[in-house]
């Protein structure tokens, strides 16, 4: 019994350390995840051997990691090859359009809670009648006990940003890519943080259906046929997707009367500035929520440049794919024929720029169930509606500074070619699964293989994964 026990795996800690027989499973291995996001760190001014105990230590943790991981190469000194803190271990390019599971990450380890009303306190901002409900300033009183500051800045630097998009069109006689300017960022949001948008933007349908929101603020279509009767909650401006029964062009109408934007998404674009997402030259003025019931869709479009670039989209409550093409073409209600399909999981914020904003099209098919997404977006200012005056405390937003910054600030004596080269892969903060450093044949294969893949089955319906 005695030399069975002396047997028992690393990750046994985990069932036998009277510290960690108090938590849960999915505690251990979200703390697993956490701390080996960090390895890198903590290990920066200890030997190889120490940082092989540390990572082990960590790997321990988790009771889902097996005798797998036992087999690592202790003969090798370099232990980012296969320590947990690796970039290597588990970040595949395509990591960040997978669809996330339904558990808190470890991304959301330094605040599990829902920050934003934290935020807004902190802000001066109360939600009214017109702008939130009392219930949804509500935060919970048992904080973590690192400062706000602090938590925000280690989820920052944990957002995962994709911006190799790929997908080559022959546009005007040349060979285009299409998804230039496109680049999908994951990890904004906490799991928390969608459940108080999504019940938020259902208090906001209620008030429209009852007609407690401005004349053109709330739009409810009926459905008339498949694919038609997505709602649509406007603030900042109201748009006109096409000519109307009075004869305005499709565009911004001037003389529209919609609601100002509600305190809790004006801490969204702060948010979405603060973290490097959309740029501060192009603070969003405007959004619009799109509700989606079951087979609802938006038809193949480029956005009108009423709006300037760069403008992003946020996606909640159900995964869905988003269709691109230069050319492409409705198959039937909901249905439609494009070049590639991007899947958009839960809370994710794509941003379009480029040619993937003006060069290519791009639709969502018919979504299999209940979707809500935002578009945030800045008005060009000639544009701009009579009497619209702008919001005091989207002014002078700044990006947070990520670690780059903050070291080139406490000691200047670090190379340029490091700084120049490390700022590249960090830029913006988080995980940047961009291809980075591949040669040209690489990109190529890749367009080869995501071209032929898309063409095979480039027919995009209302059936999930498809």
Same mark, same amino acid.
């Given at each position: 019994m005695d030399e069975q026990q002396h047997k028992k795996p690393p990750n046994s800690r985990s069932h036998t350390d009277p510290f960690l027989v108090n938590y849960t499973t999915?505690?251990?291995?979200?703390?697993?995840?956490?701390?080996?996001?960090?390895? !890198?760190?903590?290990?920066?001014?200890?030997?190889?051997?120490?940082?092989?105990?540390?990572?082990? $230590?960590?790997r321990s943790i988790d009771p889902g990691e097996g005798s797998q991981n036992d087999t690592a190469d202790d003969g090798d000194d370099n232990c980012d090859a296969h320590s947990l803190g690796s970039w290597k271990d588990g970040v595949e390019p395509n990591s960040a359009v997978e669809t996330p599971a339904q558990r808190v990450s470890w991304a959301d380890m330094a605040q599990e809670d829902d920050e934003f009303g934290e935020e807004e306190n902190n802000n001066g901002h109360n939600?009214?009648?017109?702008?939130?409900?009392?219930?949804?300033?509500?935060?919970?009183?048992?904080? !973590?006990?690192?400062?706000?500051?602090? $938590?925000?800045?280690?989820?920052?630097? +944990?957002?995962?940003?994709?911006?190799?998009?790929?997908?080559?069109?022959?546009?005007?006689?040349?060979?285009?890519?299409?998804?230039?300017?496109?680049?999908?960022?994951?990890?904004?949001?906490?799991?928390?943080?969608?459940?108080?948008?999504?019940?938020?933007?259902a208090s906001l349908q209620e008030k429209g259906r009852k007609g407690e929101l401005k004349e053109r603020t709330f739009s409810a279509p009926q459905k008339w046929m498949r694919g038609k009767g997505r709602q649509t909650i406007q603030f900042g401006c109201c748009y006109n997707y096409a000519?109307?029964?009075?004869?305005?062009?499709?565009?911004?109408?001037?003389?529209?009367?919609?609601? !100002?934007?509600?305190?809790?998404?004006?801490?969204?674009?702060?948010?979405?500035?603060?973290?490097?997402?959309?740029?501060?030259?192009c603070v969003p003025d405007s959004c619009i929520v799109n509700i989606y019931e079951e087979g609802d869709c938006i038809p193949p479009h480029i956005d009108n440049h009423d709006f300037v670039r760069p403008f992003c989209t946020v996606s909640f409550l159900s995964e869905c794919n988003i269709v691109f093409g230069s050319n492409l073409k409705i198959v039937g209600p909901g249905e439609f024929d494009g070049s590639i399909a991007i899947p958009l999981p839960?809370?994710?914020?794509?941003?379009? +720029?480029? +040619?993937?904003?003006?060069?290519?099209?791009?639709?969502? !098919?018919?979504?299999?169930?209940?979707r809500i997404s935002i578009t945030f977006r800045k008005?060009?200012?000639?544009?701009?509606?009579?009497?619209?005056?702008?919001?005091?405390?989207?002014?002078?937003?700044?990006?947070?500074?990520?670690?780059?910054?903050?070291?080139?600030?406490?000691?200047?004596? $670090?190379?340029?070619?490091?700084?120049? $080269?490390?700022?590249?892969?960090?830029?913006?903060?988080?995980?940047?699964?961009?291809?980075?450093?591949? +040669?040209?044949?690489?990109?190529?294969?890749?367009?080869?293989?995501?071209n032929l893949s898309s063409r095979s089955a480039n027919r995009w319906s209302r059936k999930p994964g498809s």
């Open positions: 999915s505690d251990l291995r979200t703390a697993s995840e956490f701390l080996a996001t960090w390895l !890198p760190f903590l290990s920066r001014d200890l030997c190889t051997r120490c940082t092989q105990s540390l990572s082990d $230590r960590i939600n009214g009648d017109s702008n939130g409900s009392s219930d949804l300033a509500k935060v919970v009183s048992e904080k !973590p006990t690192l400062p706000r500051e602090q $938590r925000e800045y280690i989820r920052f630097m +944990n957002v995962r940003r994709k911006k190799d998009f790929i997908c080559f069109e022959r546009v005007n006689g040349k060979l285009v890519n299409i998804l230039e300017g496109l680049e999908l960022h994951t990890g904004i949001f906490s799991a928390a943080e969608q459940k108080r948008i999504v019940g938020y933007v000519v109307d029964r009075d004869g305005n062009p499709p565009g911004i109408l001037p003389n529209a009367l919609v609601d !100002p934007i509600p305190d809790l998404f004006k801490v969204i674009i702060r948010r979405l500035i603060k973290w490097h997402v959309l740029p501060p030259s839960l809370g994710s914020v794509l941003v379009l +720029n480029g +040619n993937g904003a003006d060069v290519a099209k791009h639709c969502v !098919p018919a979504v299999p169930t209940k008005m060009d200012p000639s544009k701009r509606p009579f009497g619209y005056v702008p919001e005091p405390d989207l002014q002078g937003i700044q990006p947070l500074a990520y670690e780059v910054e903050q070291e080139k600030k406490s000691s200047g004596h $670090r190379s340029n070619h490091h700084t120049k $080269r490390h700022n590249k892969d960090r830029r913006g903060g988080g995980r940047n699964d961009a291809m980075g450093s591949a +040669n040209r044949s690489d990109r190529f294969s890749e367009f080869r293989d995501s």
